[in-house]
């Protein structure tokens, strides 16, 4: 029966200890301890940028839905190649149908034609068919599998849409990024490149623009404008390719 006098007495000192001066200082340091940790709460939550990694992550989810590599995996096209390092051009045009290839490459001096079926490539020389090494200048960006693999990789910048209901998807990647994807053997860096995805109404890609100056002044030591615009039509009508 004395615990509940016990508890009043206790009770009691208390007060009287927070009626003191030195219980009201420690009441009052309390409350602005608490209030403060209540306002750095909420001003985290509130911040504009405190939902921007969701937000972001929300959008690259949708913007992996707003273009199709169907049409070109099915491996039925017609191609151009526009090749720009500094003031040489290069132009390789053709068609592509599964492991075959029927293509000419226009160059500043010359023009060249060639086949290919797998990895073998044979360039006409006079009439005549001889094997040569493959000739595509920075080879690795035309590959579906690679193309795939970059635009995964990379990170959405921004989008363009035209009232012909074609759009423009703006991405960017890192010289590391892109020597990690290729298994290059340079060293890399975080300077950025920029590669842009061009689509039809139905956001299947038809074309590709990469600026890599970054990525080829690392790879090659040369600072020169450096870009790969490539553009895809007749989709699916390629019947067949004669080989020579």
Same mark, same amino acid.
């Given at each position: 029966?004395?615990?509940?006098?016990?508890?009043?007495?206790?009770?009691?000192?208390?007060?009287?200890?927070?009626?003191?001066?030195?219980?009201?200082? %420690?009441?009052?340091?309390? #409350?602005?301890?608490?209030?403060?940790?209540?306002?750095?709460?909420? #001003?985290?939550?509130?911040?504009?940028?405190?939902?921007?990694?969701?937000?972001?992550?929300?959008?690259?989810?949708? %913007?992996?839905?707003q273009y199709k590599l169907d049409l070109l995996e099915n491996e039925?096209?017609?191609?151009?190649?526009?090749?720009?390092?500094?003031?040489?051009?290069?132009? /390789?045009?053709? =068609?592509?149908?599964?492991?075959?290839?029927?293509?000419?490459?226009?160059?500043?001096?010359?023009?060249?034609? /060639?086949?290919?079926?797998?990895?073998?490539? %044979?360039?006409?020389?006079?009439?005549?068919?001889?094997?040569?090494?493959?000739?595509?200048?920075?080879?690795?960006?035309? =590959? %579906?599998?690679?193309?795939?693999?970059?635009?995964?990789?990379?990170?959405?910048?921004?989008?363009?849409?035209?009232?012909?209901?074609?759009?423009?998807?703006?991405?960017?990647?890192?010289?590391?990024?892109?020597?990690?994807? #290729?298994?290059?053997?340079?060293?890399?860096?975080?300077?950025? *490149?920029?590669?842009?995805?061009?689509?039809?109404?139905?956001? *299947?890609?038809?074309?590709?623009?990469?600026?890599?100056? *970054?990525? /080829?002044?690392?790879?090659?030591?040369? =600072?020169?404008?450096?870009?790969?615009?490539?553009?895809?039509?007749?989709?699916?009508?390629?019947?067949?390719?004669?080989?020579?």
């Amino acid at each position: 029966m004395k615990e509940k006098p016990e508890k009043e007495e206790k009770s009691s000192k208390y007060r009287e200890f927070f009626q003191t001066e030195r219980g009201k200082a %420690v009441l009052f340091f309390a #409350f602005y301890v608490i209030f403060f940790i209540v306002i750095a709460i909420l #001003f985290r939550t509130s911040r504009p940028d405190s939902h921007l990694k969701t937000e972001k992550e929300q959008l690259l989810n949708e %913007v992996n839905y707003q273009y199709k590599l169907d049409l070109l995996e099915n491996e039925n096209y017609h191609y151009k190649y526009l090749i720009t390092i500094g003031t040489n051009i290069s132009l /390789y045009e053709g =068609d592509h149908l599964k492991n075959q290839e029927m293509f000419q490459m226009i160059g500043k001096d010359a023009s060249k034609r /060639y086949f290919r079926e797998g990895s073998l490539f %044979v360039e006409e020389v006079n009439g005549q068919w001889i094997q040569t090494e493959n000739p595509y200048q920075l080879k690795e960006f035309y =590959d %579906v599998e690679k193309i795939k693999t970059l635009l995964e990789k990379a990170t959405f910048v921004s989008k363009t849409e035209y009232q012909n209901g074609k759009n423009e998807l703006k991405f960017s990647l890192t010289t590391e990024e892109i020597k990690n994807i #290729f298994k290059e053997n340079f060293i890399g860096n975080s300077s950025e *490149n920029e590669i842009i995805v061009r689509l039809d109404e139905n956001k *299947n890609i038809v074309g590709l623009l990469y600026n890599i100056e *970054n990525y /080829y002044l690392q790879k090659e030591k040369v =600072d020169t404008d450096v870009h790969i615009e490539i553009t895809y039509t007749n989709f699916g009508k390629i019947k067949e390719i004669e080989g020579p």
